[in-house]
């Protein structure tokens, strides 16, 4: 058993089994990918083994991959059901203000909750069952699953140094980075949407 983990980290299986614990996590929540990917930079720390670029990137993709599939599990089934709800029910009310949260601040939503045991799993699901736009969703999931990816790797990597010790800095410095990078884009958006507005009133 010992020398097939051995292989199994010394091959590019590695990354294989790393997207794939990612991805699955995302939309069933019952693997720790958060300690497969922190385990997987740990031995990186150590031998050099498995590439820490590469466990980064296979974090990220299989984040991102999973959050795509919950995403559409939403869609199909989710936003049907809420179409049926009672238009006066506590439930149609809770699904309007939810709608209404993710078209406002979708993005900042979206990327904490990564960080969120489970939480991630209930805001992609919500945020296909609203429709929130597949675009803005792609981008924002980007942002938060390679953050995510980079958090985790690091968090091995120097897990002896800087983090091990205090992993509410770590768990900090992860949010920091996914909310720095959520603003940055909003501020964009809006600065490219006060563009627009004035140069439709000049016309």
Request: some cysteine; overall charge positive.
């Amino acid at each position: 058993m010992i020398d097939l983990l051995r292989d199994t980290v010394m091959s590019p299986w590695v990354y294989l089994v790393l997207i794939g614990a990612t991805a699955i996590d995302a939309f069933f929540p019952a693997i720790p990918s958060e300690a497969a990917v922190i385990t997987a930079a740990v031995l990186s720390s150590a031998g050099g083994h498995p590439n820490l670029v590469g466990v980064i990137l296979s974090a990220g993709v299989g984040a991102l991959i999973g959050d795509h599939i919950s995403y559409a599990i939403g869609r199909a089934g989710g936003a049907r059901r809420l179409a049926r709800l009672p238009d006066r029910s506590r439930r149609r009310a809770g699904s309007e203000w939810a709608r209404r949260a993710v078209q406002r601040r979708g993005g900042l939503i979206l990327t904490t909750s990564r960080y969120i045991p489970g939480g991630r799993t209930a805001v992609t699901l919500t945020m296909g069952a609203v429709r929130y736009p597949r675009r803005k969703f792609l981008l924002f999931d980007a942002v938060a699953a390679l953050t995510w990816g980079l958090y985790c790797g690091l968090l091995g990597y120097f897990g002896g140094l800087a983090f091990e010790r205090d992993p509410i800095k770590g768990v900090l410095t992860g949010l920091g980075l996914a909310v720095a990078v959520t603003l940055g884009l909003e501020f964009v958006r809006k600065l490219r949407r006060r563009a627009h507005r004035r140069a439709a009133r000049r016309e």
